[in-house]
């Protein structure tokens, strides 16, 4: 069984910067991508950030490019995300997502962003 664990949400300023950590434990051999997603109240959960654990790869949603950066430990089986500039619109519950080959994956519990105007 897997575990994701997640930290750092909180409440912050517009303009102002954030960092949200995720650690895995458990069985994680296999896994090949880990990530967040984001969701806001009324509105589906949505792709942020990923990092694949072989090349060390990322991708970013069109709306967080330039702002967010991902970083990733493949050893330790964790990643950080890296928020600044954020905007009102950032304000989401973020959660953690590690991802198998064949579509398999584990969802941490969720932690609050909450970015003011």
């Known amino acids: 069984q897997v575990q994701l664990v997640e930290s750092g949400g909180g409440l912050v300023q517009a303009g102002g910067s954030l960092r949200l950590s995720c650690a895995a434990s458990g069985r994680t051999s296999s896994s090949y991508r880990m990530g967040w997603f984001r969701q806001a109240p009324g509105k589906e959960r949505e792709f942020v950030a990923a990092?694949?654990?072989?090349?060390?790869?990322?991708y970013y949603a069109d709306s967080v490019k330039g702002r967010f950066t991902i970083s990733g430990d493949n050893v330790k089986k964790a990643v950080s995300l890296q928020m600044n500039s954020l905007k009102p619109e950032d304000t989401a519950v973020y959660y953690c997502n590690l991802k198998w080959v064949g579509g398999n994956d584990c969802w941490g519990q969720g932690t609050q962003v909450t970015v003011s105007s």
């Open positions: 990092i694949t654990w072989s090349g060390g790869n990322t």
